[in-house]
């Protein structure tokens, strides 16, 4: 029985890791697919993200309010990384939009470093994690942390007010078409220059929920967290097919769930208990899934990401879109 | 309604417009024709803000709109059907033609109504997405689109091209019913015959300047017509 406690543990694992690529994959694709921009500053509002909370938290004051100045906050750098940094670029090359992101995010970056070192903080603080976010909970004999928990719901409700956004909504559909056709767009009476701004704010809004779960998760904070995030952001938004917010979605979810079987499986065999499969199997297993090959992980990520993108470049959900890069 | 007074525009630095000037007015039906490159498209995207011209004025209805952006263009009034139908091909029927009212509240299942009327095969593909209907099919959203803001002015470009010999019927009778209830319309067309038959007036566009205009009755029988753009 406790191998199936395990999975069930695995699975939420999973669904809760991929809850945060989720909400970080679905704010990279929208702004792609308006602007053909990959905003690699888009980890550094998570990181931003991270010390609004952090300091909020500092000061004592109650989860929801932390969490209110925490998107609020983050909202607006994104408002003013899209109108100081790409609105001006509208029209210009795609690679100098990239460019641009980089020179945000080495901004965002420098700025926190030198804000901390202005206040006397040492450049790595301990994230002040809220006690509703912390320890497990214990459904019956699984044990599952409340983190978890948290992210996968926060995840999953969020994601389906995404989809209704988009899908019931006048901005929502001006989206759509606005990353379709943006010419076809502004034809039928859109203002683009909203609806990109829209796009960044919901973006920067997801972004900080998931900084806010991922700080919680690695107990501290610096300001180059967002590095790794927007990767996996990046990786899980291919997968789904770039451009596209369901398969940013899909990425997201497919991502964690390749990352916590990269995790899992590896040793898999010294865990089995005996007789569920035959020695030879076992033994075959513990040869050629070691536990050490777990800390590869990332490594066999990078690889599935290069296979998706030498025989399926548009993702699983995607059309196209490559092609206007 | 809509006056071009010496428009000028250019790509880069290719001159594409070289001091246009034509008027539309109220409840006209107006044609814009001649051959590939003369710069009709061009006209029409200049008109609806998607270009900016380098010297000129465009006045709608007493205002210069020459600098005004697309969306504040679209809201006062004047809609612009593009060539090559640019549907939203992963938007449903119903999706692109609600996109077509985006700036403006109330009425709508009016309108669509009015749409559904109009193109009756639509009802059918509400559900559909844009991008799966036959070249011919996604002239009608994405004429019906540009209908559902009311335009009091509609720019349509190239509206038969393309298109099978009965729907070109079907178009053109959609015309002349928007035509009947008193839109002002300006028409870019390859089918020169068709459009000298339901336009009021029309202007002959030769690289990028107006070479010539007048009732289209009276030039369905000029020389230089039949020969260049009817074949006769």
């Known amino acids: 029985m406790s191998l199936v406690y395990y999975f069930i543990q695995q699975i939420v694992n999973a669904l809760s890791i991929g809850s945060l690529y989720a909400l970080m994959a679905v704010g990279l694709a929208m702004v792609f697919g308006i602007l053909r921009l990959i905003n690699f500053a888009h980890g550094d509002m998570m990181m931003i993200a991270a010390y609004i909370a952090a300091f909020a938290l500092f000061a004592g004051l109650p989860l929801w309010i932390v969490i209110l100045i925490m998107i609020g906050g983050t909202v607006l750098v994104g408002l003013l990384m899209e109108r100081v940094a790409y609105r001006p670029l509208r029209g210009a090359p795609?690679?100098?939009?990239?460019?641009?992101?980089?020179?945000?995010?080495?901004?965002?970056?420098?700025?926190?470093?030198?804000?901390?070192?202005?206040?006397?903080?040492?450049?790595?603080?301990?994230?002040?994690?809220?006690?509703?976010?912390?320890?497990?909970?214990?459904?019956?004999?699984?044990?599952?942390?409340?983190?978890?928990?948290?992210?996968?719901v926060a995840g999953i409700v969020l994601l389906v007010l995404l989809s209704l956004f988009v899908t019931r909504t006048t901005l929502g559909l001006s989206m759509r078409a606005a990353a379709e056709d943006l010419d076809a767009a502004r034809l039928m009476g859109i203002n683009v220059n909203r609806v990109v701004a829209s796009a960044f704010a919901i973006g920067a809004g997801?972004?900080?929920?998931?900084?806010?779960?991922?700080?919680?998760?690695?107990?501290?904070?610096?300001p180059y967290i967002g590095f790794s995030p927007v990767l996996k952001a990046f990786i899980a938004a291919v997968i789904g097919g770039f451009g596209s917010i369901a398969g940013a979605i899909i990425g997201g979810y497919a991502l964690g769930g390749l990352e916590v079987l990269l995790t899992a499986l590896p040793g898999i065999g010294d865990i089995l208990p005996p007789g569920l499969v035959s020695p030879g199997t076992q033994?075959?297993?513990?040869?050629?899934?070691?536990?050490?090959?777990?800390?590869?992980?990332?490594?066999?990520?990078?690889?599935a990401l290069i296979l998706m993108l030498l025989f399926r470049p548009n993702g699983i959900l995607g059309k196209r879109e490559w092609d206007e890069l | 309604m809509l006056e071009l007074d010496n428009i000028h525009v250019s790509y880069g630095s290719i001159s594409a417009l070289n001091g246009v000037s034509f008027r539309v007015n109220e409840g006209e039906l107006v044609a814009l024709i001649g051959s590939n490159g003369a710069g009709k498209s061009t006209t029409l995207k200049t008109i609806s803000g998607l270009l900016r011209p380098r010297q000129g004025r465009i006045i709608y209805q007493n205002r210069d709109i020459s600098r005004e952006p697309t969306d504040r263009i679209v809201g006062l009034g004047l809609s612009h059907c593009p060539e090559g139908r640019r549907i939203?091909?992963?938007?449903?029927?119903?999706?692109?033609?609600?996109?077509?009212?985006?700036?403006?509240?109330?009425?709508?299942?009016?309108?669509?109504?009015?749409?559904?009327?109009?193109?009756?095969?639509?009802?059918?593909?509400?559900?559909?997405?844009?991008?799966?209907l036959s070249g011919g099919e996604q002239q009608m959203p994405a004429i019906g689109r540009a209908l559902m803001s009311r335009p009091a002015l509609l720019l349509l470009d190239e509206p038969s091209l393309g298109l099978a010999?009965?729907?070109?019927?079907?178009?053109?009778?959609?015309?002349?019913?928007?035509?009947?209830?008193?839109?002002?319309?300006?028409?870019?067309?390859?089918?020169?015959?068709?459009?000298?038959?339901?336009?009021?007036?029309?202007?002959?566009?030769e690289t990028g300047r107006i070479t010539l205009d007048g009732p289209a009755g009276e030039l369905k029988r000029n020389p230089q017509i039949e020969q260049s753009y009817l074949g006769r």
Not at chain 1, 206 to 222: K, S
Not at chain 1, 283 to 293: D, M, R, T, V
Not at chain 2, 165 to 186: A, C
């Open chain 1, 94 to 152: 795609d690679v100098a939009l990239l460019l641009s992101s980089f020179a945000i995010g080495v901004i965002l970056q420098n700025g926190t470093l030198l804000t901390m070192r202005r206040i006397g903080r040492p450049d790595q603080i301990a994230f002040p994690a809220p006690p509703v976010l912390s320890g497990v909970l214990a459904i019956g004999p699984i044990t599952v942390p409340r983190l978890n928990i948290v992210s996968l």
């Open chain 1, 206 to 222: 997801l972004a900080a929920v998931a900084g806010l779960l991922f700080a919680v998760q690695a107990g501290q904070i610096n």
């Open chain 1, 283 to 303: 033994a075959f297993l513990k040869q050629w899934l070691p536990s050490w090959l777990s800390g590869y992980r990332d490594a066999f990520v990078f690889l």
């Open chain 2, 88 to 132: 939203f091909g992963r938007l449903t029927v119903r999706e692109n033609l609600l996109l077509g009212a985006a700036r403006r509240k109330g009425m709508i299942p009016d309108d669509l109504d009015r749409i559904y009327t109009l193109f009756p095969r639509l009802k059918e593909r509400l559900a559909q997405a844009g991008g799966t």
């Open chain 2, 165 to 205: 010999p009965l729907m070109v019927e079907h178009i053109f009778g959609v015309i002349r019913e928007l035509k009947r209830t008193g839109t002002t319309m300006l028409l870019v067309e390859q089918n020169v015959h068709h459009a000298l038959d339901v336009a009021d007036r029309a202007y002959v566009m």
